[in-house]
């Protein structure tokens, strides 16, 4: 059993102490009850059961009558029994904020369940992430820690980053794209290119998606592709001001336009061979050559690989944002 407060929104504490007692019970296949303490007419409890559900716990029953004869009762602080589990308090200045307003900032359930259940307990093996019915089978209630847990939030960041990592094409440009185009006005800008728009909305949805901790962050890393005119970061312009960044522009102006199809493969072997080639003339390293190309093409050093960028950008875009760069240099 697990009593929730729903007189008072579902915070970390809270939904840890769902968790728990969710991951118990199915760990050794009983029954789970959802018990709401509190005023029964409050509309806190639908509130309270729904936020749950976010997470992805479901109940065999909830309600405010539960069963005496329960082996364990998780999240209920001073109630002295021998049923009574009691879980580490969690500490910091984000421990109390609700559920929902996580979700609403971009993080999945699936990850937040994830970080949560490292707060006392921490599966055996890699960090990694699990899904419920993995964390269920490998809880170990015995392993609980009693010491005060400090919630951090850089490691909800990481289970984020690889929930965002792993998501499909479909699932990926659904999420995205509405915060590109609410910040751009496009969802796309496939002309030019040799990508269709849905291609190409895919295209930049999974060359980005391991980039960010939360959807939002998108807007600013994905810039270069529906803008003509872009700021350098302090990285990009050190690049530029190198006296190999010249040289290596004007071979990639010069090649561009004899990869033919436009396509992955045959961009790739095009930029593997001009590394080749600038590497034993100009005597750089290779990851110099790409750094001076990146910083041309989207004026940043970190986003979607630089095949990537070339096809979204379109030839026509990349050759004028390289023999800019040679201008500006």
């Known amino acids: 059993r697990c009593e929730v407060p729903a007189e008072d929104k579902l915070d970390l504490v809270s939904a840890r102490a769902a968790l728990y007692g969710w991951l118990f019970a199915r760990h ?3 029954q789970i009850f959802l018990c709401l303490t509190g005023d029964r007419a409050s509309p806190l409890r639908a509130t309270v059961r729904d936020e749950l559900s976010l997470l992805g716990l479901e109940w065999d029953q909830g309600g405010e009558d539960c069963p005496a004869d329960v082996s364990h009762v998780f999240g209920v602080p001073g109630q002295a029994s021998l049923r009574y589990v009691p879980l580490p308090p969690i ?27 490292r707060l006392g307990w921490s599966p055996r093996g890699k960090r990694a992430l699990l899904t419920l019915d993995e964390l269920a089978a490998r809880f ?7 010491r005060p847990v400090v919630f951090d939030r850089r490691q909800l960041d990481w289970f984020n980053r690889r929930w965002l990592g792993g998501l499909g094409a479909d699932e990926v440009t659904a999420l995205l794209v509405p915060h590109w185009q609410a910040a751009s006005g496009r969802v796309d800008r496939a002309a030019g290119t040799a990508l269709s728009p ?44 190198e006296p190999y960044a010249e040289p290596i522009l004007r071979a990639f102006v010069h090649e561009l336009p004899t ?6 493969d045959p961009l790739d072997a095009g930029l593997r061979e001009l590394r080749l080639r600038v590497k034993t003339t100009l005597g750089i390293r290779s990851r110099d050559v790409m750094y001076v190309l990146r910083a041309a093409l989207t004026g940043r050093q970190d986003g979607p690989g630089l095949v990537d960028v070339c096809q979204l950008l379109g030839p026509a875009r990349c050759i004028r944002r390289a023999q800019e760069a040679i201008l500006n240099a």
């Open 28 to 30: 050794a296949g009983r």
């Open 91 to 117: 500490e910091g200045p984000e421990a109390g904020i609700r559920v929902r307003t996580w979700i609403d900032e971009g993080y999945s359930g699936l990850a937040l369940v994830n970080c949560l259940v």
């Open 140 to 146: 170990e209630l015995e392993r609980v820690s009693r």
């Open 259 to 264: 990869v033919a199809p436009f396509a992955f």
């Open 198 to 241: 849905a291609t190409w909305q895919q295209t930049l949805g999974l060359a980005i998606r391991e980039e960010l901790d939360r959807p939002e962050q998108v807007v600013g890393k994905v810039r270069f592709a529906f803008v003509d005119e872009y700021a350098l970061d302090a990285a990009s312009r050190t690049v530029l001001g």
